[in-house]
C-alpha cells in the first residue's frame, strides 16, 4: 500500500465509522467516539485486543470504554443490519457468493460472562471454560465479511441456579435454549430475508448431522 494511503488510512476510518456513530448514542450522551476508539483498536493491535490494551493505545479512561461496550443501552442488532445492507447492496456479492457458517470460542477464566462454561472450543480443539458464538459470513474470490452472529447459551444457563447469573448479564428474559444449528438456521434465515445474495450454505458436520437444519435448507431451496 502506498505511503499517501496509509497515511489517509485514519481519516478514512473516522468517516467509514461515521456512517455507524448515530446508532451508539443514547438519549443522554453521544458516546460514539468510543465506537471509533475500539473499532481503530482491534484493527490496529495485532494480538491481545483487550478492552484495557484498546482503551490505553487510545489514551482514554478503561472504565468509560467498558460501559460502552458492556452497559450503554444502544443496540448492536441495528448496526449489524446496516452492515448486512451495505453487503447486500454491495457489487462484488452480487452473484457467486456463498454464506460460511460456523462457530468461534474466547477464552474465559469464570462464569462472569454470559454464556461462559466449559464447552469445546474449536480454538483449542478441546473442551474448556469459554465463549461460543455462531457466526455467519459471506464470500467470494478470496473476499469475505462478517455479517450476523449471536452468542450460544448452554442449557445449563436456562437453569433456576443460573436465574441470577443471567439478570446480571442481562440475557433477556425471553430467550431460550437454541442448540447451535437452531441458531446457524436463523441467521440463515434472517440473511435471505433482508436479500443477502447468495449461492449456497457452507458448514462443518456439527450443523450437516441435524436433520432439522438439514431439513429446513431442503424445504427452502438452499444448496449446502
Not at 485486543?49 to 443496540?75: D, F, K, L, V
Not at 457458517?101 to 454464556?115: C, Y
Request: charged content about 25%.
Amino acid at each position: 500500500m502506498p505511503l499517501a494511503e496509509i497515511e489517509q488510512l485514519g481519516e478514512r476510518l473516522a468517516e467509514y465509522w461515521s456512517r455507524f456513530d448515530g446508532y451508539t448514542a443514547t438519549q443522554t450522551r453521544d458516546t460514539s467516539a468510543y465506537g471509533y476508539h475500539y473499532l481503530s483498536g482491534v484493527l490496529r493491535l495485532e494480538m491481545d485486543r483487550t478492552i484495557a490494551n484498546i482503551s490505553r493505545t487510545a489514551g482514554i479512561s478503561e472504565q468509560n470504554m467498558h460501559h460502552y461496550i458492556s452497559e450503554s443501552p444502544w443496540s448492536a442488532q441495528y448496526v449489524n443490519k446496516m452492515v448486512r445492507q451495505d453487503i447486500a447492496n454491495h457489487p462484488h456479492f452480487e452473484k457467486g457468493s456463498i454464506l460460511i457458517l460456523d462457530e468461534s470460542a474466547d477464552d474465559k477464566a469464570g462464569k462472569q460472562s454470559a454464556g461462559a462454561g466449559r464447552q469445546y472450543n474449536g480454538r483449542r480443539g478441546k473442551v474448556d471454560q469459554c465463549q461460543v458464538g455462531v457466526f455467519l459470513a459471506l464470500a467470494k474470490d478470496g473476499m469475505s465479511c462478517w455479517i450476523d452472529g449471536e452468542l450460544f447459551l448452554p442449557e445449563e444457563w436456562f437453569t433456576d441456579e443460573y436465574a441470577d447469573v443471567r439478570r446480571r448479564v442481562g440475557v433477556p428474559k425471553d430467550r431460550h435454549f437454541l442448540t447451535k444449528p437452531e441458531i446457524g438456521q436463523q441467521l440463515i434465515v434472517r440473511a435471505k430475508q433482508e436479500g443477502i445474495p447468495f449461492d449456497a450454505v457452507t458448514c462443518d458436520e456439527l450443523y450437516g448431522r441435524s436433520f432439522a437444519f438439514r431439513k429446513h435448507m431442503n424445504e427452502s431451496g438452499i444448496e449446502y
